[in-house]
């Protein structure tokens, strides 16, 4: 199974976990609040980062610069307010991520042809392969924690964890507004 997103296979992970525990735990609810649905996704995303930062300490970035330049591979060329709601942090600690990632020719600010007063973000030549290494460690790692996971319940897991995204996202609307 080819994974583009370390947060989804933890989650799909951690969904696989719990569903098996249902199956042969009717109370697994009622387990320790560690195994609790909430737990086990923090704890699934945790050592799931925790092992991909270990992995990718030699390339010179910190979690949350390639954390950036994952993004960016996704929304190249937006804007930096933009791919900080995106990322789902402030303005200002996006701002000083890029200045590193721009200092070390990782990314580059354009004028947005839009608005004078906005920056655009894109990815450097540089960048790309950094991003498909750190892409092909990212599937190395995924591939070793769905071990003993068949396809079928890779499968099943990802369709429950877009059930819930969406149910969240609905949530997320309706309480912004």
Not at 64 to 76: E, G, I
Not at 136 to 145: E, I
Request: charged share 30%; proline share 2%.
């Amino acid at each position: 199974m080819r994974q583009d997103n370390l947060s989804t296979a933890c989650t799909v992970i951690l969904l696989i976990a719990l569903f098996r525990k249902l199956a042969y735990n009717k109370q697994a609810m009622n387990n320790t609040p560690r195994d609790s649905f909430g737990f086990l996704i923090h704890d699934v995303g945790r050592l799931m980062r925790g092992q991909f930062d270990r992995e990718a300490k030699d390339t010179g970035l910190t979690r949350a610069q390639w954390f950036v330049l994952a993004h960016l591979k996704r929304s190249d060329g937006a804007r930096q307010h933009e791919l900080a709601r995106i990322m789902d942090i402030s303005a200002m600690t996006l701002a000083r991520h890029v200045d590193r990632l721009e200092g070390e020719g990782w990314v580059e600010r354009r004028d947005d042809p839009d608005d004078r007063r906005a920056k655009r973000l894109f990815l450097t030549d540089r960048a790309r392969p950094m991003l498909q290494s750190l892409q092909k460690l990212g599937q190395k790692l995924t591939r070793r924690a769905l071990k003993g996971i068949s396809n079928e319940e890779q499968a099943i897991a990802q369709s429950v964890l877009r059930r819930i995204r969406d149910n969240l996202t609905i949530l997320d609307a309706v309480s912004d507004e």
